[in-house]
């Protein structure tokens, strides 16, 4: 699993449909920030937000729901006045999946950790897969419903509590006061909260909110699966190695990884990713993988004893720590090699070379694996492509490109591995021609 950052409050997906249309329907008469007036809400677009529209301008609504008719506050005027962000200061028609948040600093102007407290948990996973759907249909032009022969369904994943508790690692900003807490939705304010409902009880037990950090920036704290959780403040503290046990069903594989690096956040995660990835790449003996964004190696160690002595697994990743964890997880398998190299560069080289593969891993960060490296994985002729993706629209987009270049999508799966949030998680499958 890939290096991406382990601590996304807010961090905002590619745009939508209706972001683009935004571009060319700005509104001719100025709207401040802070002016309010009533919308009726539509859709639910990519980035934990509704699509409304205020005299003939595409409003994105926080903290709203599709179909609800809200009072909404201007939040931000986007480039050129091209749309608006605005929150839901008040609901004048609620939709049915609207429930009380839990959590007392969600909302308007508050933590900007969350963004569907308000919607219960079968809401949040239809607005995942609508978003999902939308994402498909618009950058692959593929009707994934009619495509898979079936309804997607956004799965829970193993050990969820009702959508709480589940954040193995939580990164909190630090005030000048050295108080932790969690930043407000896009901005750099810091809410000084006493409590965090989507954190794992470990994560609050170690007393991180009610303790000041002088002298901090942040405050990362981690609840391994091996061992007692770890407090470290940035930028100074020292960084621990923890370690991480992904139970399979016929096995167990234990890993260490930086305390600040990247791993799984959702305790059934790591576990729920590995064992559909093995299920659908199906490794014979003598099977030559590659693994891409291997990160500490967790996809090279299940597929290295499957593939046994006669195969080979190669992974690839690009960041050093990552990279050195890697090597010492999967000194015990001979057969492994452990790259260090951008991935893209990596995957060239072989095809210049002319290298095959009959399996590839693809686990990229946010922003996806893109053109070249798709069309140089394609170049190297492997059987099936497994990828692992945190966003549905690079997914969409670099399965996109696998097709143009003969690759066929057999299927999807998408995982509420974030609950509460617009995140989600996703397994693809592709087969060669």
Not at 349 to 354: C, E, G, T, Y
């Amino acid at each position: 699993m890939n290096t991406r950052q382990n601590a996304e409050q807010s961090p905002q997906g590619a745009g939508n449909g209706a972001e683009n249309e935004a571009a060319n329907g700005a509104a001719e008469g100025a709207i401040a920030v802070g002016e309010r007036f009533v919308v009726d809400v539509g859709p639910v677009a990519h980035g934990g937000h509704c699509v409304a529209r205020h005299e003939g301008q595409v409003v994105f609504v926080r903290h709203t729901l599709p179909g609800e008719q809200v009072r909404a506050e201007v939040t931000e005027i986007g480039p050129g006045g091209r749309f608006l962000r605005a929150d839901a200061i008040e609901v004048l028609r609620a939709a049915p999946e609207r429930i009380p948040a839990p959590c007392p600093w969600s909302g308007p102007g508050r933590c900007g950790g969350c963004d569907w407290q308000h919607v219960d948990l079968a809401g949040q996973r239809a607005l995942k897969k609508d978003v999902i759907l939308e994402q498909f249909s618009r950058l692959t032009r593929l009707d994934l419903t009619a495509h898979l022969g079936r309804e997607l369904e956004v799965e829970a994943v193993q050990g969820d509590q009702d959508g709480l508790g589940w954040r193995t690692r939580v990164e909190f900003a630090v005030d000048e006061g050295g108080r932790p807490g969690l930043r407000r939705h896009r901005s750099h304010d810091i809410v000084p909260v006493d409590t965090c409902l989507i954190a794992d009880p470990r994560v609050l037990d170690t007393g991180v909110l009610s303790t000041t950090h002088p002298g901090s920036t942040a405050v990362d704290v981690v609840a391994p699966s091996v061992g007692e959780p770890v407090v470290v403040e940035v930028p100074d503290g020292p960084v621990p190695v923890v370690r991480e046990r992904v139970i399979l069903a016929d096995r167990e594989l234990e890993l260490e990884v930086s305390s600040r690096g990247f791993w799984q956040v959702h305790p059934g995660a790591a576990r729920t990713f590995v064992s559909t990835v093995l299920d659908w790449l199906d490794p014979r003996p003598g099977d030559q993988v590659l693994d891409l964004y291997a990160g500490v190696g967790v996809f090279a160690a299940a597929f290295a004893e499957v593939v046994g002595d006669r195969g080979s697994v190669e992974a690839v990743e690009g960041d050093r720590v990552a990279t050195e964890h890697a090597r010492d997880n999967l000194a015990a398998f001979p057969e492994v090699k452990v790259t260090r190299d951008r991935v893209d560069r990596a995957v060239r080289r072989m095809v210049r070379s002319k290298r095959r593969a009959d399996l590839v891993v693809l686990d990229p960060p946010r922003t996806g694996a893109g053109r070249q490296v798709c069309r140089d994985v394609a170049g190297l002729g492997p059987r099936t492509i497994g990828y692992v993706a945190c966003d549905p629209a690079a997914l969409a987009r670099d399965v996109g490109y696998l097709i143009e270049h003969g690759y066929a999508l057999r299927d999807v799966r998408a995982f509420d591995a974030f609950p509460m949030t617009h995140h989600m998680e996703l397994v693809a499958v592709l087969d060669a021609p």
